[in-house]
Protein backbone atom coordinates (compact mmCIF):
# COMPACT_ATOMS: atom_id res chain seq x y z
CA UNK A 1 0.00 0.00 0.00
CA UNK A 2 2.71 2.68 0.69
CA UNK A 3 6.62 2.90 0.75
CA UNK A 4 8.27 4.20 4.21
CA UNK A 5 11.97 5.98 3.48
CA UNK A 6 13.11 6.76 7.34
CA UNK A 7 16.52 7.89 8.34
CA UNK A 8 16.83 5.11 11.31
CA UNK A 9 20.35 7.16 12.32
CA UNK A 10 19.12 10.74 12.54
CA UNK A 11 15.99 10.07 14.29
CA UNK A 12 17.58 7.30 16.99
CA UNK A 13 20.32 9.86 17.53
CA UNK A 14 17.20 13.01 17.40
CA UNK A 15 15.96 11.67 20.31
CA UNK A 16 18.38 10.31 22.39
CA UNK A 17 19.17 14.11 23.04
CA UNK A 18 16.04 14.63 24.92
CA UNK A 19 16.28 12.52 28.16
CA UNK A 20 13.26 13.74 29.52
CA UNK A 21 10.52 11.70 27.13
CA UNK A 22 8.35 9.49 29.09
CA UNK A 23 8.35 6.01 27.78
CA UNK A 24 4.60 5.39 26.94
CA UNK A 25 3.85 8.55 26.17
CA UNK A 26 3.16 8.01 22.32
CA UNK A 27 1.69 11.35 19.89
CA UNK A 28 -2.19 10.83 19.51
CA UNK A 29 -2.78 10.59 15.59
CA UNK A 30 -6.13 11.38 13.96
CA UNK A 31 -7.03 11.52 10.31
CA UNK A 32 -10.41 11.85 8.71
CA UNK A 33 -11.69 12.02 5.13
CA UNK A 34 -13.73 15.47 4.58
CA UNK A 35 -16.84 13.22 2.10
CA UNK A 36 -17.83 9.70 3.18
CA UNK A 37 -18.96 9.80 -0.37
CA UNK A 38 -18.54 11.21 -3.91
CA UNK A 39 -18.55 10.47 -7.24
CA UNK A 40 -15.98 9.33 -9.75
CA UNK A 41 -13.33 12.08 -10.40
CA UNK A 42 -14.41 14.36 -7.85
CA UNK A 43 -11.73 15.72 -5.54
CA UNK A 44 -12.14 15.54 -1.67
CA UNK A 45 -9.39 15.71 1.36
CA UNK A 46 -7.77 13.48 3.63
CA UNK A 47 -6.80 15.51 7.07
CA UNK A 48 -4.10 14.34 9.19
CA UNK A 49 -3.16 15.80 12.61
CA UNK A 50 -0.82 14.83 16.01
CA UNK A 51 -0.89 15.72 18.99
CA UNK A 52 2.60 15.46 20.45
CA UNK A 53 5.50 16.65 22.73
CA UNK A 54 8.06 18.66 21.15
CA UNK A 55 10.69 16.70 22.12
CA UNK A 56 8.67 13.71 20.19
CA UNK A 57 9.89 12.82 16.64
CA UNK A 58 7.76 11.49 14.11
CA UNK A 59 8.18 10.77 10.38
CA UNK A 60 5.25 10.92 7.18
CA UNK A 61 4.97 7.95 5.07
CA UNK A 62 6.35 8.30 1.58
CA UNK A 63 3.61 6.98 -0.85
CA UNK A 64 4.52 4.59 -3.53
CA UNK A 65 3.89 6.35 -6.86
CA UNK A 66 1.61 8.75 -5.59
CA UNK A 67 -1.27 6.29 -4.67
CA UNK A 68 -2.88 5.02 -1.75
CA UNK A 69 -3.57 1.51 -2.41
CA UNK A 70 -3.70 0.80 -6.33
CA UNK A 71 -6.79 2.76 -7.22
CA UNK A 72 -6.96 6.49 -4.77
CA UNK A 73 -4.38 8.72 -6.46
CA UNK A 74 -2.92 11.75 -4.48
CA UNK A 75 -3.36 15.15 -5.98
CA UNK A 76 -1.11 17.17 -3.87
CA UNK A 77 -0.18 17.31 -0.27
CA UNK A 78 0.57 20.36 1.81
CA UNK A 79 3.24 21.70 4.25
CA UNK A 80 2.94 20.05 7.86
CA UNK A 81 1.12 23.23 9.81
CA UNK A 82 0.59 24.18 13.28
CA UNK A 83 -2.68 24.68 15.01
CA UNK A 84 -1.75 24.81 18.43
CA UNK A 85 1.47 24.83 20.94
CA UNK A 86 0.61 24.73 24.42
CA UNK A 87 3.92 24.63 26.54
CA UNK A 88 5.49 21.34 25.91
CA UNK A 89 2.76 20.19 23.98
CA UNK A 90 2.16 20.75 19.74
CA UNK A 91 -0.40 19.87 17.55
CA UNK A 92 0.55 19.87 14.18
CA UNK A 93 -1.77 18.97 10.59
CA UNK A 94 -0.91 17.93 7.22
CA UNK A 95 -3.93 17.35 4.20
CA UNK A 96 -3.80 15.14 1.20
CA UNK A 97 -6.21 16.13 -2.07
CA UNK A 98 -7.29 12.98 -3.20
CA UNK A 99 -9.66 11.44 -6.32
CA UNK A 100 -10.62 8.24 -7.49
CA UNK A 101 -11.84 7.11 -10.73
CA UNK A 102 -13.28 3.82 -10.44
CA UNK A 103 -16.60 3.03 -8.51
CA UNK A 104 -17.03 0.77 -5.41
CA UNK A 105 -16.48 1.17 -1.32
CA UNK A 106 -13.13 1.68 -0.43
CA UNK A 107 -11.67 1.04 2.58
CA UNK A 108 -8.27 3.52 3.62
CA UNK A 109 -7.89 1.99 6.49
CA UNK A 110 -5.79 3.47 9.86
CA UNK A 111 -3.22 6.34 8.49
CA UNK A 112 0.63 5.47 10.00
CA UNK A 113 3.14 7.53 11.30
CA UNK A 114 6.50 5.93 12.22
CA UNK A 115 7.57 7.37 16.01
CA UNK A 116 11.04 7.03 17.77
CA UNK A 117 12.14 7.75 21.38
CA UNK A 118 15.74 6.63 23.02
CA UNK A 119 14.75 2.79 22.62
CA UNK A 120 13.16 2.21 19.79
CA UNK A 121 11.43 2.72 16.72
CA UNK A 122 7.79 1.89 16.14
CA UNK A 123 4.77 2.85 13.62
CA UNK A 124 1.85 4.69 15.54
CA UNK A 125 -2.10 4.96 13.74
CA UNK A 126 -4.89 6.58 13.61
CA UNK A 127 -7.34 5.05 15.96
CA UNK A 128 -10.35 4.51 13.28
CA UNK A 129 -10.30 3.26 9.62
CA UNK A 130 -11.94 5.48 6.84
CA UNK A 131 -14.35 4.54 4.03
CA UNK A 132 -15.57 6.56 1.32
CA UNK A 133 -18.19 5.26 -1.33
CA UNK A 134 -17.62 6.20 -5.06
CA UNK A 135 -20.83 6.45 -7.18
CA UNK A 136 -20.96 6.91 -10.76
CA UNK A 137 -23.64 9.70 -13.03
CA UNK A 138 -27.01 8.05 -12.91
CA UNK A 139 -28.34 8.30 -16.46
CA UNK A 140 -31.67 8.14 -17.64
CA UNK A 141 -32.25 6.91 -20.68
CA UNK A 142 -35.82 7.27 -20.74
CA UNK A 143 -35.52 11.45 -20.79
CA UNK A 144 -32.13 11.45 -22.69
CA UNK A 145 -31.86 10.76 -26.65
CA UNK A 146 -28.15 9.22 -27.10
CA UNK A 147 -26.58 10.37 -30.34
CA UNK A 148 -24.05 9.48 -32.35
CA UNK A 149 -20.48 11.04 -32.28
CA UNK A 150 -20.10 14.21 -34.08
CA UNK A 151 -17.51 14.90 -36.29
CA UNK A 152 -15.04 17.09 -36.28
CA UNK A 153 -15.87 20.59 -37.89
CA UNK A 154 -14.78 21.64 -41.44
CA UNK A 155 -13.03 25.10 -40.98
CA UNK A 156 -11.94 26.93 -44.28
CA UNK A 157 -8.32 27.03 -44.96
CA UNK A 158 -6.67 30.28 -45.05
CA UNK A 159 -3.79 31.11 -47.08
CA UNK A 160 -2.11 32.33 -44.00
CA UNK A 161 -1.73 29.11 -43.12
CA UNK A 162 -0.03 27.87 -45.94
CA UNK A 163 1.31 30.83 -47.59
CA UNK A 164 5.06 28.93 -45.78
CA UNK A 165 4.40 25.65 -47.63
CA UNK A 166 3.79 27.53 -50.91
CA UNK A 167 6.71 29.85 -50.69
CA UNK A 168 9.27 27.01 -49.69
CA UNK A 169 7.45 24.99 -51.82
CA UNK A 170 8.48 27.18 -54.79
CA UNK A 171 11.84 28.00 -53.78
CA UNK A 172 12.68 24.36 -54.18
CA UNK A 173 11.04 24.14 -57.18
CA UNK A 174 13.32 26.68 -58.58
CA UNK A 175 16.23 25.32 -57.03
CA UNK A 176 15.63 21.85 -58.47
CA UNK A 177 15.35 22.90 -61.95
CA UNK A 178 18.32 25.29 -61.56
CA UNK A 179 20.24 22.40 -60.57
CA UNK A 180 18.69 20.32 -63.39
CA UNK A 181 19.72 22.70 -65.99
CA UNK A 182 23.36 23.20 -64.54
CA UNK A 183 23.53 19.04 -65.33
CA UNK A 184 22.00 19.24 -68.68
CA UNK A 185 24.04 22.06 -70.19
CA UNK A 186 27.74 20.90 -68.18
CA UNK A 187 26.92 17.83 -70.16
CA UNK A 188 26.09 19.59 -73.34
CA UNK A 189 29.54 21.57 -72.38
CA UNK A 190 26.78 25.05 -72.32
CA UNK A 191 26.99 27.57 -69.94
CA UNK A 192 23.52 28.48 -67.80
CA UNK A 193 22.59 30.38 -70.47
CA UNK A 194 23.11 28.54 -73.24
CA UNK A 195 25.92 29.57 -74.71
CA UNK A 196 28.51 26.91 -75.53
CA UNK A 197 31.77 27.13 -73.52
CA UNK A 198 35.26 26.81 -74.98
CA UNK A 199 37.34 23.85 -74.15
CA UNK A 200 41.06 24.28 -73.01
CA UNK A 201 42.54 21.18 -74.60
CA UNK A 202 44.36 19.34 -71.76
CA UNK A 203 47.56 19.88 -73.07
CA UNK A 204 47.34 24.03 -72.85
CA UNK A 205 46.13 23.33 -69.14
CA UNK A 206 49.41 21.04 -68.97
CA UNK A 207 51.78 23.75 -70.33
CA UNK A 208 50.40 26.22 -67.89
CA UNK A 209 50.40 24.48 -65.19
CA UNK A 210 54.19 23.21 -65.54
CA UNK A 211 55.17 27.03 -66.54
CA UNK A 212 53.17 27.85 -63.01
CA UNK A 213 54.88 25.35 -61.27
CA UNK A 214 58.53 26.04 -62.54
CA UNK A 215 57.66 29.76 -61.34
CA UNK A 216 57.58 28.57 -57.75
CA UNK A 217 60.65 27.02 -57.04
CA UNK A 218 59.57 24.54 -54.48
CA UNK A 219 62.19 22.10 -54.95
CA UNK A 220 65.02 24.79 -54.78
CA UNK A 221 63.55 24.80 -51.15
CA UNK A 222 64.13 21.51 -50.60
CA UNK A 223 60.80 20.38 -50.05
CA UNK A 224 60.61 17.28 -52.71
CA UNK A 225 57.94 15.41 -52.01
CA UNK A 226 55.31 18.90 -52.32
CA UNK A 227 57.62 19.60 -55.65
CA UNK A 228 56.71 15.95 -57.03
CA UNK A 229 53.31 15.86 -55.63
CA UNK A 230 52.28 18.79 -57.62
CA UNK A 231 54.46 17.94 -61.33
CA UNK A 232 52.99 14.28 -60.93
CA UNK A 233 49.48 15.89 -60.72
CA UNK A 234 49.64 18.17 -63.34
CA UNK A 235 50.71 14.86 -65.26
CA UNK A 236 47.17 12.75 -63.77
CA UNK A 237 45.54 15.80 -65.00
CA UNK A 238 46.98 15.67 -68.21
CA UNK A 239 46.41 12.15 -69.15
CA UNK A 240 42.78 12.37 -67.42
CA UNK A 241 42.05 15.06 -69.64
CA UNK A 242 43.57 13.48 -72.87
CA UNK A 243 42.53 9.82 -72.43
CA UNK A 244 39.28 9.70 -70.58
CA UNK A 245 40.89 7.62 -67.62
CA UNK A 246 39.88 8.56 -63.75
CA UNK A 247 43.79 9.24 -63.25
CA UNK A 248 43.24 11.30 -60.40
CA UNK A 249 41.69 8.59 -58.01
CA UNK A 250 43.77 5.48 -59.40
CA UNK A 251 47.47 3.89 -58.62
CA UNK A 252 50.55 4.24 -60.71
CA UNK A 253 49.54 0.44 -61.23
CA UNK A 254 45.92 1.30 -62.40
CA UNK A 255 46.83 4.22 -64.94
CA UNK A 256 49.31 2.33 -66.71
CA UNK A 257 46.64 -1.07 -66.53
CA UNK A 258 43.92 1.78 -67.90
CA UNK A 259 46.24 3.19 -70.84
CA UNK A 260 47.40 0.00 -72.59
CA UNK A 261 44.54 0.08 -74.70
CA UNK A 262 44.56 3.79 -75.44
CA UNK A 263 47.30 5.26 -78.41
CA UNK A 264 50.18 5.45 -76.49
CA UNK A 265 53.48 4.27 -78.00
CA UNK A 266 55.30 1.33 -75.62
CA UNK A 267 58.20 3.65 -75.08
CA UNK A 268 55.62 6.27 -73.98
CA UNK A 269 53.58 3.99 -71.43
CA UNK A 270 57.50 3.05 -69.97
CA UNK A 271 58.49 6.99 -69.65
CA UNK A 272 55.11 7.53 -67.67
CA UNK A 273 55.68 4.04 -65.51
CA UNK A 274 58.96 5.72 -64.79
CA UNK A 275 57.96 9.08 -64.09
CA UNK A 276 55.21 7.60 -61.83
CA UNK A 277 57.66 5.47 -60.20
CA UNK A 278 59.91 8.05 -59.33
CA UNK A 279 57.23 9.73 -57.50
CA UNK A 280 56.05 7.43 -55.64
CA UNK A 281 60.18 6.95 -54.38
CA UNK A 282 59.83 10.54 -52.94
CA UNK A 283 56.54 10.51 -51.45
CA UNK A 284 56.35 7.17 -49.40
CA UNK A 285 60.12 6.27 -49.47
CA UNK A 286 61.43 9.53 -48.70
CA UNK A 287 63.93 9.60 -52.08
CA UNK A 288 65.63 12.75 -52.39
CA UNK A 289 66.73 13.33 -56.08
CA UNK A 290 69.52 15.46 -56.78
CA UNK A 291 69.44 19.54 -58.75
CA UNK A 292 69.79 17.71 -62.30
CA UNK A 293 66.89 14.72 -62.11
CA UNK A 294 64.63 17.54 -60.54
CA UNK A 295 65.29 19.72 -64.10
CA UNK A 296 65.47 16.44 -65.93
CA UNK A 297 61.94 14.88 -64.65
CA UNK A 298 60.02 18.31 -65.12
CA UNK A 299 61.39 18.47 -68.91
CA UNK A 300 60.29 14.64 -69.06
CA UNK A 301 56.72 15.44 -68.07
CA UNK A 302 57.03 18.59 -70.63
CA UNK A 303 58.00 16.30 -72.95
CA UNK A 304 55.28 13.65 -72.62
CA UNK A 305 52.60 15.85 -72.52
CA UNK A 306 54.18 17.65 -76.33
CA UNK A 307 54.34 13.80 -77.89
CA UNK A 308 51.15 13.07 -76.80
CA UNK A 309 48.99 15.98 -77.47
CA UNK A 310 45.76 15.54 -79.55
CA UNK A 311 46.25 17.80 -82.55
CA UNK A 312 42.90 18.97 -83.80
CA UNK A 313 42.00 18.40 -87.17
CA UNK A 314 40.70 21.31 -87.93
CA UNK A 315 44.12 22.77 -87.11
CA UNK A 316 45.14 20.82 -90.22
CA UNK A 317 42.96 21.31 -92.32
CA UNK A 318 43.71 24.79 -92.04
CA UNK A 319 47.40 24.74 -92.21
CA UNK A 320 46.74 22.54 -95.43
CA UNK A 321 44.32 25.12 -96.58
CA UNK A 322 47.03 27.80 -96.13
CA UNK A 323 49.59 25.74 -97.92
CA UNK A 324 47.65 25.31 -100.97
Known amino acids: MLKKAYSLLAIIYMTSIFSGYTQGNVPVIAAKLTADSITIGDQFELEVTIDKSLVQVVEFPIFKDNKIGDLIEIL ?35 FPMLFADSNA ?10 FINVATFEIDTTKQTIHDIKLPMDAPLKFGEVRWYIIWGC ?24 KI ?6 HIIAMLALEELKNKKIWQSSNHKLYYTAL ?43 LLSISDLVKFAKVLPE ?21 EMEVINKDKEEDE
Open 76 to 110: SESGLDTLAKDGEAIKLQKKYLLTIFDEGNYSIGR
Open 121 to 130: VDTVWSKESM
Open 171 to 194: LGALLIGLLILYIVRRRANRSLSG
Open 197 to 202: KELIPP
Open 232 to 274: IDILREYVEGRYGVHAMEMTSEEIIIALKDKELSAKNIDELKD
Open 291 to 311: ADQNEGNYDRVYYFVEHTKKI
